[in-house]
């Protein structure tokens, strides 16, 4: 019976795939029709508009749900239900990282969608259970509940991309290569992301594998920390995928909330527009976003960046 019931979800799954990519070639189209409509414009400025819409860049942070947004970013006033509106009325993409800590339900992820407009995209982090706590087999039963609750935003067109973040201590050995490849196996036919915490993972053999895996390698701004991943640009399957997360090396392993506390200034993030701009010119769509979250420092830098690449 759960054979059977498991069979019925993965059709039901690649079903949805389908639609989903229906809907993905309208969005690209829709995208297309304003990037043109732009690009004639005389000044610079239109210029880049109309080349970063073309070249499918999507700037916003990792999550939305923070009381000390408000009054910087959300209206004091506003309820906290129209949090998600509000932000998908200034952004278009979203990394949903609630996943991560808890079993996302059908239901909850289909409120999201219905509370964004046609366009908006989210990137949804995949559950601990598969990237921290997973056993020496990985847990079926757990995916299929996963599939289950992503359906609403594939069935929309609105799941941009899955993101499976190992920890430092998930390392580059053969049995973790083996896998992570079972686990892009397992959520074959969507867009799928991999953010390694550990440098030896930064290696051309395993920039080559995830190409093969068609998954995406996660390009990381992080503290210059022995161990960890350095700042360096991969291109290995689209869509593209970026974060920034801190600078602050004195609390990134003392503190797990303290370590987001940090803004970028200006000249760091502009380190990153050409860093961006290099893989728009390989991938069909660029998802950047920002988790120092602590003190709306992400959304302060979402905004600025989004500036500085011409999109606002």
């Known amino acids: 019976m759960l054979k059977a019931k498991q069979v019925l979800l993965d059709s039901l799954f690649v ?36 080349w970063t819409l073309a070249m499918g860049i999507l700037v916003g942070t990792s999550g939305f749900q923070f009381p000390d947004w408000v009054d910087f970013f959300y209206p004091s006033h506003l309820p906290r239900k129209e949090w998600l509106s509000y932000y998908s009325a200034r952004f278009d993409t979203l990394e949903v990282n609630f996943t991560f800590y808890s079993m996302p339900g059908e239901r909850g992820l289909a409120g999201m969608v219905e509370s964004t407009p046609e366009g908006f995209l989210f990137c949804v982090k995949l559950n601990r259970c598969f990237t921290h706590d997973m ?50 196996t397992a959520f074959a036919g969507v867009p799928f992301a991999v953010e390694f915490r550990h440098i030896s993972w930064q290696k051309e053999e395993v920039f080559d594998h995830l190409a093969m ?15 960890l991943p350095d700042r360096r640009v991969r291109y290995t399957a689209d869509p593209a995928y970026v974060r920034l997360h801190s600078r602050n090396a004195r609390n990134w392993f003392k503190d797990e909330k303290l370590r987001y506390d940090y803004c970028y200034n200006e000249a ?4 990153w527009v ?12 660029v998802f950047v976003f920002f988790n120092n979250c602590y003190a709306a420092s992400a959304v ?13």
Request: hydrophobic share 40%; glycine share 10%; proline share 3%.
């Open 15 to 50: 079903s949805a795939i389908g639609i989903y990519a229906g809907r993905l070639a309208q969005l690209v189209r829709a995208r297309a029709r304003q990037a043109r409509g732009r690009w004639f414009k005389s000044t610079t400025a239109h210029f880049f508009i109309g």
């Open 135 to 184: 056993g020496e087999v990985l847990d079926t039963d757990a995916v299929g509940r996963f599939k289950g609750a992503l359906r609403p935003m594939i069935e929309s067109g609105k799941l941009g991309c899955l993101l499976a973040q190992f920890p430092n201590s998930f390392r580059d050995r053969p049995q973790n290569r083996r896998y992570i490849a079972q686990l892009r």
């Open 213 to 227: 895996l068609d998954a995406a390698y996660v390009c990381v701004d992080l503290p210059r920390i022995l161990g």
């Open 268 to 271: 760091e993030l502009e380190e």
């Open 274 to 285: 050409e860093k961006v701009r290099e893989l728009a010119g390989r991938a069909r769509r």
């Open 300 to 312: 302060r830098n979402a905004l600025t960046f989004r500036r500085l690449l011409g999109l606002d």
